[in-house]
């Protein structure tokens, strides 16, 4: 999917309801660049949030309303204090930070564009669900609303609870056991501090 760079032209947003078939082909990058996107899953199937999250965080990009700063500081914390490995000169710029930390989904196997990724990782989703929380904007109550409001999200129903806080407690006083680098508890632990007004929600 490309976007024009030109100015006042109409976005164009396709979505595929009914994911697959993917005829071996494994997910890449979502955001290559200013101008493109690839669409992928960041969540398992039947429900098809994945593309509407990938659209809100485009619209968010282009209003822009993501947490940018709070991003670079997640990816410095995986990247092991590094903000940007490719160029230490360069900060990192909004695409560069939703290509790091937004990540699809391979379905039967982990995130093949992540350093960390192993076959069958079923914690990349509640990973995913956590930074598009945290960049979504300054005030992570506003994504939490957003997912209450859409009717292809969990959130939706009434009473439920994501515990996606709970989760990213868990994950970080288990990342040894689980095979999470220091680093990528690190970030973790950056996501649990943003996400702590959505403690039992």
Same mark, same amino acid.
């Given at each position: 999917?490309?976007?024009?760079?030109?100015? *006042? %032209?109409?976005?164009?947003?396709? #979505? %595929?309801? !009914?994911?697959?078939?993917? &005829?071996?082909?494994?997910?890449?990058?979502?955001?290559?660049?200013?101008?493109?996107? &690839?669409?992928?899953?960041?969540?398992?199937?039947?429900?098809?949030?994945?593309?509407?999250?990938?659209?809100?965080? =485009?619209?968010?990009?282009?209003?822009? @309303?993501?947490?940018?700063?709070?991003?670079?500081?997640?990816? @410095?914390?995986?990247?092991?204090?590094?903000? &940007?490995?490719?160029?230490?000169?360069?900060?990192?710029?909004?695409?560069?930070?939703?290509?790091?930390?937004?990540?699809?989904?391979?379905?039967?196997?982990?995130? @093949?564009?992540?350093?960390?990724?192993?076959?069958?990782?079923?914690?990349?989703?509640?990973? @995913?669900?956590?930074?598009?929380?945290?960049?979504?904007?300054?005030?992570?109550?506003?994504? #939490?609303?957003?997912?209450?409001?859409?009717?292809?999200?969990?959130?939706?129903?009434? *009473?439920?609870?994501? &515990?996606? #806080?709970?989760?990213?407690?868990?994950?970080? !006083?288990? #990342?040894?056991?689980? *095979?999470?680098?220091?680093?990528?508890?690190?970030?973790?632990?950056?996501?649990?501090?943003?996400? =702590?007004?959505?403690?039992?929600?």
């Amino acid at each position: 999917l490309q976007f024009s760079k030109e100015k *006042g %032209c109409d976005l164009i947003f396709v #979505h %595929c309801t !009914s994911p697959g078939p993917f &005829n071996g082909i494994d997910a890449r990058e979502l955001f290559v660049s200013e101008s493109e996107m &690839n669409l992928a899953l960041l969540y398992a199937p039947p429900v098809p949030i994945s593309m509407s999250c990938l659209a809100k965080l =485009e619209c968010a990009r282009r209003d822009r @309303t993501l947490d940018i700063e709070f991003g670079r500081k997640l990816l @410095t914390a995986y990247n092991g204090g590094r903000s &940007n490995p490719a160029n230490e000169d360069a900060v990192p710029t909004e695409n560069d930070v939703l290509k790091g930390l937004v990540l699809g989904l391979e379905l039967g196997g982990g995130s @093949t564009a992540h350093p960390d990724a192993v076959k069958s990782d079923p914690l990349d989703a509640i990973v @995913t669900l956590a930074v598009f929380i945290a960049l979504l904007d300054k005030d992570p109550m506003v994504g #939490h609303k957003w997912l209450s409001q859409n009717r292809l999200s969990f959130f939706s129903i009434p *009473g439920f609870k994501s &515990n996606i #806080h709970k989760d990213l407690m868990s994950m970080i !006083s288990k #990342h040894k056991f689980l *095979g999470f680098s220091e680093h990528k508890a690190e970030m973790l632990s950056l996501l649990s501090a943003k996400l =702590e007004p959505l403690k039992g929600k």
